[in-house]
């Protein structure tokens, strides 16, 4: 069985702070781990994606995460937040050759000026 | 290279109503997913089909739904009788082989008064 939890539906950064979204995991197979990212109005567009490999991975517009199996976590980070950045982001959890995709409840990314 | 491309983006309907969602994936994908989202239940997979064959309809949610891909580059969902309960946003994704990445329409917003 699968589960995705994402800490902090709702999490506010200053422009230029750095953000950081939680993503744990629980997975009885070698995970496949995913960030979206839905902007209002529109589809989840994928930000990265982790299967095998390197446990650091970078993603479209500056985010990255890393997997830290110990830790059973993949968090999400941005050096420095951009206004554009405001949107709701999704962790989600696969299992490798599967293609059922468990989605976390989102975070809400706030950017204050 | 075009994304998936849902039609209609929205759709006000009565309820009683027969409701039909279109679907075009990316071409060469081979799996395609529909998924609903509201605020209470956040997304959850509804169908899956592989080379356009039902694979998991689990996730639909009793026979007044049913969904169909009689060829590679079309699939359509379809509610009849529609319910204010269907009142959602409805994503179709499409994923190439293997499936490990799925990528997302803009979706359809659909209300049923």
């Known amino acids: 069985a699968q589960s995705v939890t994402q800490l902090g539906s709702h999490v506010s950064v200053s422009e230029g702070a750095l953000v950081l979204l939680r993503c744990n995991y629980s997975?009885?197979?070698?995970?496949?781990l995913f960030w979206y990212v839905q902007y209002p109005n529109q589809g989840l567009q994928l930000l990265l994606k982790y299967t095998t490999g390197a446990t650091l991975v970078k993603g479209i517009n500056g985010f990255e995460a890393e997997f830290k199996k110990s830790e059973t976590s993949f968090h999400l980070t941005k050096p420095s937040a951009h206004m554009s950045d405001a949107a709701e982001y999704f962790c989600a959890v696969s299992g490798s050759g599967t293609y059922k995709y468990i989605f976390g409840t989102g975070t809400r990314l706030k950017v204050l000026a | 290279d075009a994304g998936v491309i849902q039609s209609p983006r929205h759709e006000v309907t009565e309820m009683g109503q027969e409701v039909t969602l279109r679907c075009k994936p990316i071409?060469?994908?081979?799996?395609l997913f529909w998924y609903r989202q509201t605020m209470m239940r956040g997304l959850e997979l509804l169908i899956y089909?592989?080379?356009?064959?039902?694979?998991?309809d689990s996730g639909m949610p009793e026979d007044r739904f049913s969904a169909k891909m009689p060829n590679a580059s079309f699939s359509t969902l379809k509610i009849q009788p529609s319910e204010p309960r269907d009142s959602a946003v409805y994503f179709c994704?499409?994923?190439?082989?293997?499936?490990?990445?799925?990528?997302f329409g803009p979706g359809t917003r659909l209300t049923v008064l």
């Open positions: 997975s009885s197979v070698p995970p496949y």
């Open positions: 994704a499409s994923s190439p082989p293997p499936t490990d990445t799925q990528y």
């Open positions: 089909f592989n080379n356009n064959v039902p694979i998991d």
């Open positions: 071409s060469g994908h081979n799996s």
